[in-house]
Nanobody, 118 residues
Framework: QVQLVESGGGLVQPGGSLRLSCAAS????????MGWYRQAPGKQRELVAT???????NYADSVKARLTISRTNAKNTVYLQMNNLKPEETAGYYC????????????WGQGTKITVSS
């Protein structure tokens, strides 16, 4: 059974930092592209960052230079270091695992909430 479990969300002041973690089980983690997405109230889910099995990263323009995605295959975990957070980044943050081969696999975590407010 595939499980993606996010942690690290919470309340943070504008300009503050948080580090999200997503622990995966039930998949061959090292071959999956891992990603973070977010969904603010009343808005569509949007890409934040992805990291491939080779370690190549991709970021939404709005988060470049402030957020860093990384992975530790030995721990089946992907991270999102978030610096200089802004109020408009208040949202649910969701971990995604994706593999495209002969079959496609697309898995989501339950999400962790971040509130950026003073």
């Amino acid at each position: 059974q595939v499980q993606l479990v996010e942690s690290g969300g919470g309340l943070v002041q504008p300009g503050g930092s948080l580090r999200l973690s997503c622990a995966a089980s039930g998949i061959i983690f090292r071959i999956y592209t891992m990603g973070w997405y977010r969904q603010a109230p009343g808005k569509q889910r949007e890409l934040v960052a992805t990291i491939t099995s080779d370690g190549d990263t991709n970021y939404a323009d709005s988060v470049k230079a402030r957020l860093t995605i990384s992975r530790t295959n030995a721990k089946n975990t992907v991270y999102l270091q978030m610096n200089n957070l802004k109020p408009e980044e208040t949202a649910g943050y969701y971990c995604n695992a994706r593999y495209r081969g002969i079959k496609e696999y697309d898995c989501w975590g339950q999400g962790t909430k971040i509130t950026v407010s003073s």
